[in-house]
C-alpha cells in the first residue's frame, strides 16, 4: 500500500497520518496508538492552516508552538512532522523504537519539532503557559497551541496555569482538550468526573468553543473564531473525539491504550484504514 | 546576606532586560528593591509553585533568563519533577532560588524546613547546586549561576550569621572551594557549607586550630581540590545544615572513596524530622548542630586516629 491508494493526497491526511501512526508502531512494537488516533485531525488542521515555521523551521525563533501535553500521543506529532519532511523514513519511521533511536514513546524536546518533554501529565500547559507570556513580552504575534488529554486535567498544574493565564489575558494562548473520555485505567467519569468543561473553562475566564475533534472543517472554524472572538481571554476548545478513531475495533477500546500490534491486527487496521479513506 | 541578594538580583536585572523574577507569592519585603527598579521583571505567579517552574521553563524557551524564588521546601523539593523535566532536561537558564533552607522556620515545624534539598537536586543531571555561607559568597554565587547560563539551584539558608570572608570574592568558579581559614595539618580539615560555615569557623578559633573550607559549589565540585584537602590534614569532617544523606558530606565521601580515601566525619542532620519547635538555636541543638554538640563530636574523632 503506499500513498496513492489513498483518495485524497492533500497534505496531512487523516488516513496518511494514521497509517503513519501504524508503520511507527508495528516497527517499534509500540502502545499508545489509541491516544495518537484520537488527536489526528485536530493536529492535521493545525499543521496544515495554522501552525507558521518561517523557512520551515523547527526551531525558527518566529514560529508557532504546539505543545503537546498528553506526550503518550506523539505518534500523531511524528506523523505530521513526517509531512513537512522533518523526519527520515528509514531511520524515523521504519527505524522508530531501534536501539540508539532518536524518536521516543513520549514527547521529547530534545527532538527539533517537539516543544516539551511530557508524557509525565500536567506539565505542558503550564510551559505553554510561560511561552505564551514569553511571546507576548515580545511583542510578536506568535501562538501557543496546548494539547492536554480529559484524563489529564486531573492534574492540578493544568488549573494553576488557566488562572495564571487568565490574569495575564494571554489571548495567544489556545488550551486544546483531547475529550476522549478515557485515560489510562478507564472512563474519565468513572475515574474522576470532569462535569461540564466547557462551563468550567468559561468560569476561568477562557473564551470557549466545543467542536467534534473529527470534523476538520468544524476544528478550522473554530480555532479560527476563538483566535477572533473575546480579545484579552485566553483560549480553550474542547474536542469531542473517539480514543482509537479511525479503526473500528481500536475505537473507545481502552485496551488500544496498551495493546501492541500483530501482523494481523497490523493488516486489519491499514485495511480499515484504507477503506474509511476511500468510503 | 539578604541585602546581597537583592542588590545582586538588582543590578543583575537592570543589566540584562531579559532576567525575570518569578515568586510563588514569598519574599515579603525582600524584593521591594527589586519591584522599585525592575517592576514590569516582576512577575508574582501566585501560590502555585508547580506551574511557576513549567512558566519558567517557557519563558526560558523564549530568550528569557527567570531566577525562581521559593522557600526551599518547596522550589526546589515541591517541584522537584518541574525541575528535573521541564528544565534540567534541556539545559535551560533557570536559576531556582530556595530561601529558608535548614531550620529558618524553626517554629513553623516540618511544612517549612528544608534538609533534604540537596539532596534531591544534586541527583539531577545538569542542574548546578550553590550554597553560600555569606553576603560575599552570596554575590559571588549570583553572578555565578547568572554566567552559567544553565539551570541552577542556589540554597539559601540562615542569613544572620555573620560574615566568613573578609571581603568580595573575586570570580567565583563553578564547583570552586574556598580556605576561610588556615590550621593545623595534624588536625582534620572542617569543610562546611551554608550557615555551618561560620559555625566550622568557630569552633576552628576557639577550641581547634583546624583549616577550614567553604563549599559555595556543592555541584560540580572541584575533585582535584578536595583530593589535596583530603591530604592537608587527618581526616576531614564535613559540616552542613542539611541531612547527611545525600549531602554535602555525601558528594565529599563519594569522591574521596574513589580517589583519595580519608576518614570523613559527617555532621548534618540525622535521618529525621524536628521533633519540636523552638528558636533557630533551639533546633540546632535538637538536631546536634550547636557549636558544643559540634565540638564534642570533632573532638571524639580526633581522639579515634
Given at each position: ?6 483518495s485524497d493526497n492533500?497534505?496531512?491526511?487523516p ?9 511507527m508502531?508495528y516497527a517499534?512494537s ?12 485536530l493536529?492535521?488542521v ?13 526551531m525558527?525563533?518566529m514560529?508557532?508552538?504546539?505543545v ?8 500523531a506529532q511524528y ?5 513537512l ?25 530534545r ?8 508524557g ?8 505553554g ?5 514569553g ?8 501562538k ?6 480529559d484524563?489529564?486535567?486531573n ?20 488550551l ?19 462535569g461540564?468543561?466547557?462551563d468550567?473553562f ?12 473529527h470534523?476538520e ?9 476563538l ?22 475495533f481500536m ?22 484504514i ?5 468510503s | 546576606m539578604?541585602?546581597a ?38 512577575i ?14 517557557g519563558?526560558?524557551r ?8 521559593g ?13 528535573k523535566?521541564d ?10 532560588l ?17 534538609t ?15 550554597s553560600?555561607?555569606d ?6 554565587c ?5 554566567d ?12 544572620d ?25 595534624d ?5 562546611a ?22 563549599v559555595p559549589s ?11 584537602i ?5 581526616g576531614?569532617v564535613?559540616l ?10 555525601a ?7 574513589e580517589?583519595?580515601p ?7 542532620v540525622?535521618?529525621?524530622?524536628s521533633?519540636?519547635?523552638?528558636t ?14 559540634v ?11
Amino acid at each position: 500500500m503506499d500513498n496513492d491508494s489513498l483518495s485524497d493526497n492533500r497534505p496531512y491526511h487523516p488516513a496518511r497520518l494514521r497509517r503513519t501512526i501504524l508503520e511507527m508502531a508495528y516497527a517499534g512494537s509500540t502502545v499508545h496508538i489509541g491516544c495518537a488516533f484520537s488527536i489526528v485531525e485536530l493536529l492535521a488542521v493545525l499543521y496544515r492552516h495554522h501552525l507558521r515555521y518561517p523557512g520551515n523551521d523547527p526551531m525558527s525563533a518566529m514560529r508557532d508552538y504546539l505543545v503537546l501535553s498528553k506526550g503518550h500521543g506523539v505518534m500523531a506529532q511524528y506523523a505530521c512532522m513526517r509531512e513537512l519532511g522533518w523526519l527520515d523514513d528509514e531511520r524515523h519511521i521504519r527505524g522508530y523504537f531501534s536501539n540508539g533511536s532518536e524518536l521516543k514513546g513520549l514527547s521529547d524536546s530534545r527532538v527539533p519539532g517537539l516543544e516539551v518533554t511530557s508524557g509525565s501529565l500536567g506539565h505542558g500547559f503550564s510551559v505553554g503557559v510561560g511561552i505564551a507570556m514569553g511571546l507576548r513580552r515580545h511583542g510578536t504575534d506568535q501562538k501557543v497551541y496546548a494539547l492536554v488529554g480529559d484524563g489529564e486535567l486531573n492534574e492540578g498544574p493544568i488549573w494553576e496555569g488557566m488562572l495564571v493565564a487568565a490574569h495575564h489575558n494571554l489571548d495567544n494562548l489556545m488550551l486544546i482538550v483531547d475529550a476522549n473520555g478515557f485515560q489510562a485505567m478507564g472512563r474519565t467519569d468513572e475515574i474522576i468526573q470532569l462535569g461540564n468543561l466547557s462551563d468550567k473553562f468559561k468560569s476561568f475566564d477562557f473564551a470557549v468553543r466545543e467542536v467534534d475533534g473529527h470534523d476538520e472543517q468544524a476544528i478550522d472554524a473554530a480555532v479560527r473564531a476563538l483566535w477572533q472572538e473575546q480579545p484579552g481571554l485566553p483560549k480553550a476548545l474542547v474536542a469531542r473525539t473517539v480514543k482509537g478513531k479511525g479503526v473500528p475495533f481500536m475505537e473507545s477500546r481502552n485496551e488500544w491504550h496498551y495493546t501492541r500490534l500483530s501482523p494481523e491486527t497490523y493488516a486489519e487496521a491499514l485495511a480499515a484504514i484504507a477503506d474509511g479513506s476511500n468510503s | 546576606m539578604r541585602k546581597a541578594f537583592s542588590d545582586a538580583l538588582v543590578r543583575l536585572a537592570r543589566q540584562d532586560p531579559n532576567v525575570l523574577l518569578l515568586t510563588g507569592d514569598h519574599g515579603y519585603a525582600l524584593f521591594d528593591d527589586f519591584r522599585k527598579h525592575c517592576a514590569g521583571q516582576y512577575i508574582n505567579a501566585g501560590i502555585a509553585e508547580q506551574n511557576m517552574v513549567g512558566m519558567a521553563a517557557g519563558l526560558a524557551r523564549t530568550g528569557f533568563r527567570p531566577f525562581v524564588y521559593g522557600l526551599s521546601a518547596f522550589v526546589p523539593v515541591r517541584v522537584l519533577e518541574q525541575i528535573k523535566l521541564d528544565v534540567a532536561h534541556d539545559n535551560l537558564p533557570v536559576v531556582f532560588l530556595g530561601d529558608g533552607a535548614g531550620f529558618v522556620y524553626s517554629h513553623l515545624g516540618t511544612s517549612h524546613q528544608s534538609t533534604e534539598d540537596i539532596a534531591c537536586t544534586r541527583a539531577i543531571p545538569q542542574l548546578a547546586v550553590l550554597s553560600p555561607s555569606d553576603r560575599y559568597e552570596m554575590t559571588a554565587c549570583m553572578d555565578l549561576a547568572y554566567d552559567m547560563a544553565g539551570p541552577v539551584y542556589m540554597r539559601m539558608g540562615k542569613s544572620d550569621r555573620g560574615d566568613v570572608h573578609s571581603g568580595p570574592i573575586a570570580g567565583l568558579k563553578a564547583g570552586q572551594l574556598l580556605q576561610v581559614r588556615v590550621g593545623r595539618q595534624d588536625l582534620p580539615v572542617l569543610v562546611a557549607t551554608g550557615s555551618m560555615v561560620r559555625t566550622a569557623l568557630d569552633i576552628a578559633e576557639a577550641h581547634l586550630d583546624a583549616s577550614v573550607w567553604s563549599v559555595p559549589s556543592v555541584k560540580p565540585l572541584d575533585e582535584d581540590t578536595l583530593c589535596a584537602i583530603a591530604r592537608s590534614g587527618r581526616g576531614l569532617v564535613v559540616l552542613e545544615e542539611h541531612s547527611t544523606a545525600g549531602g554535602v558530606g555525601a558528594a565529599v565521601a563519594e569522591v574521596l572513596s574513589e580517589k583519595q580515601p580519608s576518614r570523613i566525619l559527617r555532621v548534618g542532620v540525622s535521618d529525621r524530622f524536628s521533633a519540636h519547635c523552638g528558636t533557630y538555636d533551639y533546633l540546632l541543638h535538637e538536631h546536634g548542630l550547636d557549636a558544643d554538640a559540634v565540638k564534642a563530636r570533632i573532638d571524639a574523632f580526633v581522639r579515634t586516629f
